[in-house]
T-cell receptor
Framework: EAGVAQSPRYKIIEKRQSVAFWCNPI?????LYWYQQILGQGPKLLIQ????????DSQLPKDRFSAERLKGVDSTLKIQPAKLEDSAVYLC?????????FGPGTRLTVL | GQQLNQSPQSMFIQEGEDVSMNCTSS?????WLWYKQDPGEGPVLLIA?????ELTSNGRLTAQFGITRKDSFLNISASIPSDVGIYFC?????????FGQGTRLTINP
């Protein structure tokens, strides 16, 4: 069974630029999550989708971050404009019900 | 918000030694999970605990769900080089995971 796919794996941008990350969850998983993992810390939930609806986005900095899951499958996470403190690994996870399966993440460096 | 305190932050051990790490929370969780993360990869689930007091093993790994539902520990017996990595505890409530800060395990051969 294919795992959670994410792209790109690495991205380097300058502050104030925009960036987008893509996630393809495991087939059939209704729930999709985006996490931010700052170096030396555990992942922190940014947003949770159930099919194409948002369940929890309470920790998403909505002034600069946005995410969508239009057809209830793939998802994109966008940052516009990026700040230095956005440098982190962005992890996508999907879940059929309870257990979450994580992708390899996208490492973002903001210069 | 909910926070998990995981300790120790890092461990340096000899191959073959046993390892113990734990996690405490100010909040009650219905599920406790332990993950391992290798460099450049996402976390991978090692053990899931669903009931207070539950003790579960997965090979050389043993984890327990504390009676108060506010803590959990993970033991690794007879460590081997591939155990190197960062271990995270996570508490789960309503499909939402809250992660600890991680324990970085380094093994000297």
């Amino acid at each position: 069974e294919a795992g959670v796919a994410q792209s790109p794996r690495y991205k380097i941008i300058e502050k104030r630029q925009s960036v987008a990350f893509w996630c393809n969850p495991i087939s059939g998983h209704a729930t999709l999550y985006w996490y931010q993992q700052i170096l030396g810390q555990g992942p922190k939930l940014l947003i949770q989708f159930q099919n194409n609806g948002v369940v929890d986005d309470s920790q998403l900095p909505k002034d600069r971050f946005s995410a969508e899951r239009l057809k209830g499958v793939d998802s994109t996470l966008k940052i516009q404009p990026a700040k230095l403190e956005d440098s982190a690994v962005y992890l996508c996870a999907s879940s059929p019900y309870n257990e979450q399966f994580f992708g390899p993440g996208t490492r973002l460096t903001v210069l | 918000g909910q926070q998990l305190n995981q300790s120790p932050q890092s461990m340096f051990i000899q191959e073959g030694e046993d390892v113990s790490m734990n996690c405490t929370s100010s909040s009650i969780f219905n599920t406790w999970l332990w993950y391992k993360q290798d460099p450049g990869e996402g976390p991978v689930l090692l053990i899931a605990l669903y009931k207070a007091g539950e003790l579960t093993s997965n090979g050389r790994l043993t984890a327990q769900f504390g009676i108060t539902r506010k803590d959990s520990f993970l033991n690794i017996s007879a460590s081997i080089p591939s155990d190197v990595g960062i271990y995270f505890c996570a508490g789960q409530g309503a499909q939402k995971l809250v992660f600890g800060q991680g324990t970085r395990l380094t093994i000297n051969p």
